[in-house]
């Protein structure tokens, strides 16, 4: 970004030197708060820049791993020397360390994934960083947004997914050294590299000319996702003959993390080598191969949380002594980049072609014609015997709580021994096999700055991808048998009858397709600095391309199983806008709106596309319209932020998979929900106070309200159907009309969030912070197929439950919050310079007093109708209780790194 001129222009300028042996600081970011306004320092430290500003201003020098300098200023028409500026090395640089291991923990569980953290590491606002640092460990989500609405971008080229929308951390884990270079859009402020989304954009900066040249060594120990994590880097800094590479590498590993049998083995490494031709053009080829396995955890019912606590995980169990997990994930997308850069006076060009081919793997442990491993199913427990409907049996049930204690876990020696005493002849009743996701992706990205004159900028770009996916079920394990008989075991039709019925390790059954996916994106934008008004204008075009090609033929879809679907297209449009008033040089307001036309998510295209080409039926496009108002504050103490933001989320598609047995049958079904809005309003506050030279107080919250805005439309799809009864019911679909969501919460993490935090940092380079925070409005996800009118359907008559009164049933399914909970986290470190070494310690114990709380949850469908759920409620600990995630206790994190 360029000055404003004007006609009595002057000049304001300074030299930026470290504080400890005052050497030059090159890069440095040098920036008038609140306006476009930022030039960079020379090799000499110096930089100048001409204004027509008048009034009182702050003006913040930033560069990465240094404390930031925050200087009032007045500006009176009369050129001004600031002489020099000393910056300090920042001792809490360690503190994004601790961000990454709360950002791993989101990643354990799919259906717990808010995965937003990290699009905050590179902010300098109190209240994201508050929302990062302390609310994420409770699973906190920024005015309740998923993922998908936030943009990550390597080098400028976009890297959410096709399929959910949501960036993939995984790829680039572990590498914390090489991604330290970010620049963070908060929400709809407009970016220089994407229209982006309304939660927020990142761009990951790789180049080595942005990091720090030299060597950083570094060791981490903690009790979360993993135990203990090695990191190594190296910059060799620009050379001579214009060359700059980059090598960094890291392991990270643990046994078993917070939660009892979630191990953690992952393995990073990348290169990055950079060309400067000339002070216009520079190249960069960059690589990065990341692995990472992991053993997930499973939500539990509050009965179990009763018995074992909330580190319990029902997944493991004990196999020859070793911790044994069911269900692993495995992710290793390794990427090449090429990047193209050219700058000059007016207009700055980046091109980026990214390609990626990996495999996701998310293990399971099947059972066929043979009792369920799992030891909290609901047979197994004692709520089952209390619920019985032939009248509670509590001899029974104390029988089943003393041996689910007795033996909690999966028993893997069991399950051995049921498929060597098979009657089958070697057929296996139990199978370990991943559901696997093989992609390979291509992205062209082109992005433009343009500086029409010195008060109008535009910024422009296009970009196009195509994703080929591969998804299928692999034999893993045959757990001792010879082969697995490829039947689905509801229907006993078979899953592709092309091929041999015996399954053996290393062969795919069960499904097996392809998705095809294209999306062509192009923006552009303007934005204006007219002294006291700031405007921009931002446009997005839009078109996605969805296409499944099924690779078996299912015995139960025979008609369109098999081959390739229609191909289905989605034009859309976006628009963006803000305006921005400086009332003074120290505080201004501004005003940001967008109305986004967009597809839906590939994830939600297709029914089933395990078994058929079948597609959402009233399938629509989604619709995004929100608007936030601004006030910032930044006086020479005192800087804060107060928002006000309302979005609406119009038109959206969910699918839901579970077993279900209700008014409309017993069966497994795929729930889809069509012509679903959600509304977010609410408020955010950050004020941050100077008290002194070594002490700072901050003051944050967060009152939001998430709620279902409309009456979606539920049909179902029966899973085993036959094909006959496929194509009578068109393709299996039964329409159960209206859903009665509206006014229900959703369970988007806490809707309340309150933090006061303190910090003194000595001048001797030691500083420790403690922050006190306050979660409330937490809800659990709904079951959506109770709020329709087959819930008081009596399966047996067809008719009403008699009791069924409008009365009863919002008893029955009133939606209560989740307990609120207080969390006191401490943070601290010390830094050391001798000789040109670094050496910083950096420690974290969060949760201090141990809290236990849950962090979400959801409803279960299973019990579809009045009469069973009124039921299994009776004893108050029904069967089939709404199940919950239990954030962790008293966790820790140390992370010690030597520079030099």
Do not use: C
């Amino acid at each position: 970004m360029n000055t404003v001129f004007g006609q009595t222009s002057y000049s304001v300028s300074g030299t930026v030197l470290t504080s400890y042996n005052n050497v030059a600081i090159e890069g440095a970011s040098i920036r008038i708060e609140g306006k476009s306004i930022e030039v960079r320092t020379n090799v000499d430290g110096q930089f100048a820049f001409e204004t027509d500003l008048m009034g009182d201003y702050i003006l913040r020098i930033t560069f990465q791993d240094y404390e930031s300098k925050r200087i009032p200023i007045v500006l009176d028409g009369k050129s001004l020397n600031l002489g020099s500026i000393l910056l300090k090395r920042d001792i809490s640089v360690e503190q994004q360390d601790n961000l990454i291991t709360l950002t791993d923990a989101e990643l354990l569980d799919d259906e717990s994934t808010s995965n937003t953290l990290g699009l905050l590491q590179a902010t300098r606002d109190v209240f994201l960083s508050r929302a990062a640092f302390d609310f994420g460990q409770a699973f906190f989500r920024v005015r309740g947004y998923d993922a998908q609405e936030g943009e990550v971008l390597l080098n400028g080229v976009p890297m959410n997914k096709l399929f959910d929308g949501r960036p993939q951390w995984n790829n680039w884990g572990g590498l914390n050294d090489i991604t330290r270079n970010q620049e963070y859009s908060n929400g709809l402020d407009a970016s220089d590299y994407t229209f982006g989304g309304i939660l927020g954009n990142t761009n990951i900066d790789l180049r080595p000319s942005g990091l720090r040249p030299g060597t950083r060594i570094s060791t981490s120990a903690s009790n979360r996702t993993y135990a203990g994590r090695l990191m190594a880097t190296y910059n060799s800094g620009m050379k001579e003959n214009g060359f700059a590479y980059v090598l960094s590498g890291s392991r990270r590993w643990a046994k078993e993390g917070f939660i009892d049998g979630t191990l953690y083995d992952a393995y990073s490494l990348s290169g990055q080598l950079e060309y400067e031709l000339d002070d216009n053009h520079s190249f960069l080829l960059s690589g990065i191969f990341t692995s990472n396995r992991r053993g997930r955890s499973s939500a539990i019912t509050e009965e179990v949380f009763s018995l074992m606590g909330n580190k319990y995980n029902p997944y493991w169990g004990l196999q020859d002594g070793k911790i044994r997990n069911s269900r692993e994930r495995f992710i290793s997308e390794p990427m090449v980049l090429f990047n193209y850069f050219y700058n000059a006076n007016k207009l700055d060009l980046s091109l980026g072609l990214v390609y990626q081919n990996g495999t996701h793997k998310r293990s399971r442990l099947g059972y066929y014609n043979a009792p369920n491993p799992d030891p909290t199913y609901y047979r197994y427990l004692p709520s089952f015997y209390v619920n019985s409907p032939i009248g509670a049996n509590f001899i029974s049930a104390e029988m089943a709580k003393n041996s689910f204690l007795k033996d909690p876990q999966l028993d893997w020696q069991n399950v051995y021994s049921a498929n060597a005493n098979s009657s089958l002849g070697g057929e296996a009743v139990y199978v370990l096999y991943d559901d696997v996701v093989s992609d390979a992706q291509f992205t062209a990205n082109l992005n433009g700055n343009f500086q029409w004159d010195p008060n109008i900028k535009v910024d422009f770009g296009i970009m196009n991808r195509y994703l080929k996916s591969k998804n299928f079920a692999e034999v893993d394990d045959l757990l001792g048998a010879e082969f697995h008989r490829d039947i689905d075991p509801f229907s006993n039709t078979r899953n592709d009858i092309d091929s041999n019925l015996e399954k053996r390790e290393g062969d795919f059954f069960g499904y097996n397709y392809e998705f095809q996916a294209n999306e062509l994106r192009a923006y552009s934008q303007i934005s204006a600095d007219l002294n006291k008004w700031k405007f921009f204008l931002a446009g997005q075009f839009n078109r996605k391309a969805y296409q499944r090609t099924g690779k078996f033929q299912n015995e139960r879809f025979l008609e369109n199983s098999l081959g390739a679907s229609r191909n289905i297209t989605f034009s859309n449009f976006g628009v963006k806008g803000g305006l921005t008033h400086a009332i003074t040089g120290r505080h201004w307001v501004t005003m940001q709106g967008a109305f986004i036309k967009r597809a839906p998510l590939l994830q939600n295209v297709f029914v089933n596309p395990r078994e058929s080409n079948a597609l959402v039926p009233n399938m629509r496009t989604e619709t995004v319209s929100t608007l936030d108002i601004n006030y910032f504050l930044r006086l020479p103490n005192l800087t804060g932020r107060i928002t006000g933001y309302y979005t609406r989320f119009q038109n959206t598609t969910d699918i839901n998979f579970f077993f279900v047995d209700s008014g409309v049958g017993s069966d497994f079904v795929q729930e889809v929900l069509t012509g679903l809005d959600k509304l977010h309003l609410g408020t955010e506050l950050g004020l941050e106070y100077q008290v002194s030279s070594t002490v700072k107080l901050s003051l944050v919250s967060s009152i939001g309200k998430y709620v279902y805005a409309s009456d979606p439309l539920v049909t179902i799809n029966f899973d085993t159907a036959s094909a006959e009864e496929e194509l009578i019911n068109v393709q299996g679909f039964q329409d159960l009309g209206p859903a009665k969501l509206k006014g229900y919460k959703l369970g988007q993490g806490p809707q309340q969030a309150f933090a006061f935090g303190m910090e003194y940092r000595d001048p001797k380079y030691w500083w420790v912070g403690v922050t006190a925070n306050y979660l409330a409005n937490n809800y659990a996800n709904i079951s959506t197929i109770t709020r329709t009118d087959s819930f008081v359907l009596n399966p047996e008559t067809g008719q009403r439950f008699p009791d069924a009164t409008e009365e009863n049933v919002d008893a029955l399914l009133e939606q209560k919050s989740l307990d609120n909970f207080y969390l006191l986290n401490l943070v601290g470190g010390k830094s050391w310079l001798k000789n040109g070494k670094y050496l910083g310690v950096f420690a974290s114990v969060n949760n201090v007093f141990d809290t236990t709380f849950r962090t979400g949850g959801y409803e279960q469908s299973r019990n579809g109708n009045f009469g069973q759920l009124r039921q299994d409620n009776l004893s108050g600990t029904p069967s089939f209780a709404p199940k919950y995630w239990y954030g962790y206790g008293r966790t820790f994190f140390l992370n010690i790194a030597l520079s030099f």
